[in-house]
């Protein structure tokens, strides 16, 4: 079998967290199908992304052009295809991250090659598990083709912890066409100190019933008090409580954090389907007969005017 | 403006889940349209219309892969206001997001539409790879997961929206092009043709239903069915599918009395605080 080859996302300072999952994934398959890992890395000036994705791979593959500076599925894409080629890889993975469900799927269309998205487990060199149906089964997928493409969820697989020193290759870039697409700007709404939600030991999330967005003020408190992340229900995404990026569910953000505190969320399957995975959950729910509370570990029937607060002076009273 | 939409049938999420010899029984399912597809339906009428209730211009043609049946979903959608309806026979619980993307392809080569609008993902699957695997067999831009989309009044190009993982990017797409939509796509000012609606233009919050009028309408509209065979696609999939289980289950815990006890169960107990 040929090599895997791992898509890193980086910034300037080297490779996303989010992407060291990928690589554990990546380094499971290829012992399954006994070819060497191979990362490759995209953007301008990606130097010391290469340099550090080294330390997870045999060899790195720098794709380094000014013309790739911005993230476009159109213009990374064709990279992905080529680095397949040039490792002579049969199988390309990558965090499902926002960037990697945009770009692998057309990297496999580039390459005519079949995909697993989301995927949990690797069974073998081409059979994966991965999650359908908002989490509430699990299907054992087997990709056909000469070439397979996988995103990996992140929280499925423990970050690679590295102690590799793999060879880095400057690619020559050929001609970029970005096909009438550009990047107009990033506007980065969450600038505060807190971890990504995909990373966060604890999550605190809140839902419908938390009725508007200013509400959210005491769960902020609460999150910072614990170095959590915060989240929300759809509900309370699709009301314009909190923004979208917050989400956690099925068609958001799936975690995975030791504690998540679900604050007046009633439990939709959709919204489970991406906090199960949770070591401990806690719901705060002034109705006992939500469905958050048969997932719950530890529930609380009250309101969050009254709870939140509470919990708040007693974590502080805890921590001294 | 030509808009071509694509529409999936899906067993409604809100049921539990029947599981037999490794398969999902899907025998006793009650259909319905994929929300994101719904979402996409909405997008492109808004694209076509001057504002709720406004003069229209341009076309929206839906696309549905399946079985007879689907026809019910897709009288739904042109009751929402389609204009027409194309149904491609298939048997939809083999198809992969390939076969999907292969028979959109071909579709779009005899449509010829400027714009094709997507769900981001289906909720039985949950792939989200059709939009982008169709954009990278076309070699068309794409622009996926959109929070809204604003056409240029020449027709040429859109700019959207799109909420990743940090923040907010905005992206300019040419035209043709291919986009898949999020759930803010149906706020009151998400989506808007310049040149056909003004800036003050807006929608409700949410799809629309479809009228008694546009029921009674939908009944004359045509649904053109179409096989495989005559669009010339190979429709086997990549992906097999092996095997089905059930997820762990989780046990539900224990309910706490006060803040005070849930706080010293999750020190002492949990060790997570």
Known sequence: MGAVLVFCESDDKGVRSSSLPALTAGAALAKASGGPLVAVVIGKGVGAAAADAAKHASRVLAYDDAKLEAPLAETWAPQLADAVKRAGASALLGTASSTGKDILPRAAALLGAGMASDITAVVAANKFKRPAYAGNAIEEVEIGGSVVVASVRQTAFPPSAGGAAGAVETVAVGAVDALGAELVALHATQKSARPDLGEAKVVVSGGRGMREGKNFKVLEELTDLLGGALGASRAAADAGMVPNELQVGQTGRVVAPQLYIAVAISGAIQHLAGMKG??????????????????????????????????????????? | MKILVTCKRVPNP????????????????????????EYAVETALRLTEAGKGGARSGEVV?????????????????????????????????????????????????EKPDLVVLGKQAVDGDSNQVGQILAGLLGWPQATFLASIRLAADGKSATVTREVDAGVEEKRV????????????????????????????????????????????????????????????????????????????????????????????????????
């Open chain 1, 278 to 320: 949770s070591k401990v959950i806690v719901a705060i729910n002034k109705n006992p007969e939500e469905p958050i509370f048969q997932v719950a570990d530890y529930g609380l029937v009250d309101t969050w005017e009254k709870a939140i607060p509470a919990l708040i002076a007693e974590v502080k009273k805890l921590k001294g």
């Open chain 2, 14 to 37: 809100e049921h539990k889940l029947k599981f037999g010899g490794g398969k999902i029984d899907l025998g006793a399912a009650s259909w319905q349209l994929n929300t994101f597809d």
């Open chain 2, 62 to 110: 839906a696309l549905s892969i399946g079985p007879k049946d689907v026809q019910q979903q897709l009288r739904g959608v042109l009751a929402m206001g389609a204009d027409r309806a194309i149904l491609v026979g298939g048997d939809d619980a083999t198809l992969d997001a390939w076969s999907v993307a292969r028979v959109v392809k071909a579709v779009v080569e005899r």
């Open chain 2, 174 to 273: 040419r035209l043709p092009a291919v986009v898949t939509v999020d759930l803010r796509i149906i706020g009151k000012k998400a989506v808007r043709a310049e040149g056909l609606a003004g800036a003050d233009a807006e929608w409700d919050e949410s799809p629309r239903y479809a009228s008694l009028k546009g029921i009674m309408a939908a009944k004359k509209k045509e649904i053109k069915d179409v096989t495989l065979a005559e669009l010339g696609v190979d429709a086997a999939p990549t992906m097999k599918v092996t095997a089905y289980e059930a997820p762990p289950q989780r046990q539900a815990g224990v309910k706490v009395a006060s803040v005070e006890e849930l706080v010293a169960k999750l020190h002492n107990e949990a060790k997570v605080i």
